[in-house]
């Protein structure tokens, strides 16, 4: 499966202090590479690079979450300068 | 027997009760793992929880040289990384993805895992050979301070190796010496059920006291 | 019960089946409250305090509630459709979350392990993408779209077809699925679980079926169903938590998850928390 680049746009009620880290950590657990583009209380850009099955289970990880977080949506967008 | 290498090493099961392609849980006092012999015959031991969605290993099935977990497939070869899911049949799972995985040996007729990485191999237990494994109700320090019984057993020189895998309860390997017969084999297979009978008793008798 | 598990309180749950209901009543429990299904005309469900519960009658079975719910019981119009069979399969006791017995029953991509050569098999093992909402006006959880090759998919079936699926969630601890039907197509078979949360980590499972299959005998679909179930029970009884995780934690769902995961987010929007784990651990 060739690796794809993606951004994902997390938007939600994201502030509490657990959610970047605990993003990292998912990530790490998928074996992706992944950049924090972009992070506030209502938004987290992150730019992942791997196979898009990973990518999907990020997605999948990131809809959930901690418990103290609300994730609304991911858009997820192609990208070429990862 | 020197009790430092009892430390590192404990004692899960007997190689006869663990043939090719078959995994079993291995109870420990640190809780159970998933214990299984590849088609070749490799010993592996993992953690006993498929990192998916957290299903026990150790009712998978073992199919060549991986464990399959019996949920949803996802496969795990000898060092606990995923090797395949078959959900998604495309994917090459990441290194990322397995499951914990600790030292495992077998001598002699007995298998030996090592939660922290051994610094030596595990008693060779040379001149004797096991008979069978037999669980007793009671705590293993209260059976043997230091891991080991010497007894007889219908007039045959035994040694059981025990460990302890619970709240009040032990595993006891039963071992004879390498010469014996199948008639003393037989007779002390059938005999430890007694042994562990007093055991219990006592320790009953401790409880009440 | 802490204020922690509030919101399930107000929702409606299964105790007992009507036509098999004893005359001296069943006594069970409800999240933790023991309660009485007593066998008046018409039914009630009681506390040990003699505080009368709300009662509905529906699918054969007595739903009830620990307090007030805002809405009557979910509708499945196929149960009124004439010509389809009703099936009560009876109880199965299961030591699990019953959270976690729904995401079993919400879950296709176990089909060729669990239940091979029956609802799956491999090398068939492939869960293609699919469609996942949230409708809002309902309130409720819908699966689309879902498709699955099963070797023999319902007593009414010979051969392998492929099947279609949709899964939908109308309450916290019951889950409606929709499949092909062999017997006429175009229509949905509807098979539905629904489960009575005992405490934490253990429930009863009440799985009932309206079908179109004229030609198999009632004890033989019951034993299907029966066989299907108890074959999840054990994976539901040696998963690790015991309570369903909200926060992933140290799991790692996929693509093929999505009807779970959204059921874990439709639980953690709602605070319907009781069986479920907040923090990993």
Sequence with gaps: MPAARERLTIRGRLGADSFLPWVMRHAARLGLAGDIRHADAGRVDIDLRGPVDLIDAMEMGCLLGPIDVWVETIDRTPSSSI | MPVEMLRDWIPVALSADLPAATVLPAHTPSGILALWRSASGKLTALADRCPHRGMRLSYGFVRGEALSCIYHGWSYGQTGQCLRIPAHPELAPPGAIKAASYAVEERNGVIWIAFEPPEAPPPSLEGFQPVRSITVNMDAGAITPNGTVRTQLAGVDVLLIVAGIGDRETIAHVMVDAAASATDRIAVSNAVEGWRRTCEQLGLKELAS | ?281
Excluded at chain 3, 73 to 93: C, M, N, T
């Design chain 3, 1 to 281: 019960m802490t204020v922690r598990h509030q919101p399930m309180i107000d929702e409606w749950y299964p105790v007992a089946l009507a036509s098999q209901l004893p005359p001296g009543g069943r006594a069970t429990q409800l999240m933790g409250t023991p309660v009485l299904v007593v066998a008046d005309d018409p039914i009630r469900v009681v506390t040990d305090d003699g505080r009368d519960l709300p009662v509905t009658l529906r699918y054969g079975h007595v739903w009830t509630s620990l307090g007030q719910p805002a809405k009557q019981l979910f509708d499945i119009p196929e149960a009124d459709q004439p010509g389809r069979r009703l099936i009560e399969v009876g109880v199965v006791r299961v030591r699990c979350s019953p959270l976690r017995a729904v995401e079993n029953f919400l879950d296709i991509a176990h089909f060729p392990f669990v239940h091979t050569d029956i609802l799956g098999a491999e090398p068939h093992t492939e869960v293609g993408k699919y469609d996942v909402e949230i409708r809002e006006k309902e309130d409720e959880v819908w699966a689309t779209k879902v498709q699955f090759y099963q070797p023999q998919a319902a007593k009414s079936a010979t051969g392998g077809i492929t099947t279609d699926y949709m899964y939908r969630v109308p309450a916290p601890t019951s889950s409606v699925l929709y499949k092909t039907c062999p017997a006429r197509p175009g229509e949905w078979d509807v098979i539905t679980l629904f489960v009575q949360p005992l405490q934490e980590d253990l429930c009863d499972v009440w799985p009932w079926m309206a079908l179109f299959d004229d030609e198999t005998a009632t004890t033989d679909l019951i034993h299907f169903q029966q066989m299907i179930f108890l074959q999840d029970r054990s994976i539901l009884e040696n998963q690790i938590p015991r309570l369903l995780p909200l926060d992933p934690g140290r799991e790692i769902p996929t693509r093929a998850d999505l009807t779970s995961v959204a059921y874990r987010r439709w639980l953690k929007r709602h605070q319907f928390t009781y069986g479920a784990q907040l923090v990993a651990q």
